[in-house]
């Protein structure tokens, strides 16, 4: 099998498998026992805690850990909301985050909060200055994604968290760093960004894992969950253990060699791009500036058809997202692409593992398959 939808998720690495086992077969107690088989638990993941954090560049207290990245975003946007609520009605996000991201949105639409959703341009990019013109006196919240999961474009945070925080000084600003992390370079403590969600199995670390960093400026952050009180009070609920030890595990693995596999990633995806768009009939959307995303189309040809004739030839690609089954994709949509090269849309992502000989596979299984069958 060719894996080519590393978007969708990764394949865990080896680090986070045996910490996975390791948690369910020798460290299983509960973190809050107070004996010393729960305190011995209670330090594993103090230590998870501080691999996770390290990886984002952040303090270790400041991260709480959560059931996914959803959860993560689900999180900030609620918990912005009921800090901030009361001082303004006006929010900005954009029209190509996640449904993580915007299905909350609609539902604080619902409820007579006024939501700005920028777009973005042809690059699949929403551009500082679209935020700049947004930013308005009643702005309590804004949440931008720092790469988007179909397109790959890549959000300029560092530079949209200090435009926010200069024109609304107590707005909160979130960015959902899902597809982000471990892709692009940033540390949690220098970003500005008030809260940053990640995920685990993005990152080949186990599903059921993710986090909200809260930046230390954010000290009364309301929780989500209500109950036993765990992750300081803020995330209530036994703590997933064997996926955090395998969450954590795999910030270690990856962290460090990233900086070198990222730089490969992105030369395999440009030599992808250019071949693929040398092929007549075949389309790249957007600028890719991530090094593991690519979104391309062959118009005339549903992405169903591409996906699974690429999947006869063993090759996993997905249509836009894999949490947008079935739906024209918005954010192809929010970048002005007409409707039969959305249609005719896929992405490819690439992770570290990923070979030349299997963007090689891929490429001629487009040429052979897909282009030479349907466009003649
Ligand atoms: N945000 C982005 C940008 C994503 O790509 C995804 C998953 O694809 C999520 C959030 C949700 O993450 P999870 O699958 O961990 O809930």
């Known amino acids: ?39 011995d638990a209670a330090k594993q993941l103090r230590t998870a805690r501080s691999k996770v954090a390290a990886a984002m560049g952040a303090e270790p207290d400041r991260v709480f850990f959560t059931s996914c990245g959803t959860e993560a975003d689900n999180w900030a946007v609620s918990g912005a909301i009921r800090r901030m609520g009361k001082r303004g009605k006006h929010i900005i996000t954009t029209a190509i985050e996640h449904h993580a991201i915007l299905r909350p949105m609609e539902e604080l639409e619902s409820r007579g909060f006024e939501v700005t959703y920028l777009l973005p341009d042809a690059s699949g990019a929403v551009s500082p200055e679209a935020l700049a013109s947004a930013l308005r006196e009643d702005t309590i919240f804004v949440s931008i994604m720092m790469v988007n999961n179909e397109t790959g474009a890549v959000m300029p945070i560092e530079q949209m968290a200090k435009l926010t925080h200069r024109r609304c000084p107590d707005a909160i600003f979130h960015t959902d760093a899902v597809q982000g992390f471990l892709k692009v370079p940033f540390r949690a403590k220098a970003l500005g960004a008030d809260l940053i969600s990640v995920s685990s199995h993005k990152i080949h670390g186990p599903k059921g894992c993710g986090a909200l960093y809260i930046h230390p400026r954010l000290k009364s952050f309301p929780p989500l969950l209500l109950g036993g ?39 395999l995806l440009e030599d992808c791009a250019a071949r693929l768009s040398a092929i007549p009939g075949v389309l790249v959307n957007g600028s890719h500036q991530a090094p593991h995303i690519l979104s391309v189309s062959i118009p005339g040809v549903p992405s169903q058809n591409s996906i699974n004739i690429l999947q006869d030839a063993g090759i996993c690609v997905s249509a836009g997202s894999a949490c947008a089954k079935g739906h024209r994709s918005h954010v192809l949509s929010a970048m002005g692409l007409p409707p039969q090269v959305i249609d005719g849309s896929f992405r490819i992502s690439l992770c570290r593992d990923t070979g030349k000989e299997e963007i090689d596979a891929l490429v001629e299984a487009v040429r052979s398959g897909i282009v030479a069958r349907f466009l003649k």
Request: charged share 20%; hydrophobic share 40%; proline share 4%.
């Open 1 to 39: 099998m060719i894996y080519l939808d590393n978007s969708a998720t990764t394949k865990p690495c080896s680090e986070a498998v045996e910490a996975v086992t390791a948690a369910m077969t020798s460290s299983w107690a509960n973190p809050s026992a107070l004996y010393g088989f729960g305190l």
């Open 229 to 267: 009180g765990q992750e300081n009070g803020l995330r209530s609920g036994t703590e997933a253990t064997p996926a955090i030890w395998g969450f954590a595990a795999a910030c270690d693995a990856v962290s460090a060699t990233f900086r070198k596999d990222i730089l490969r990633e992105k030369e």
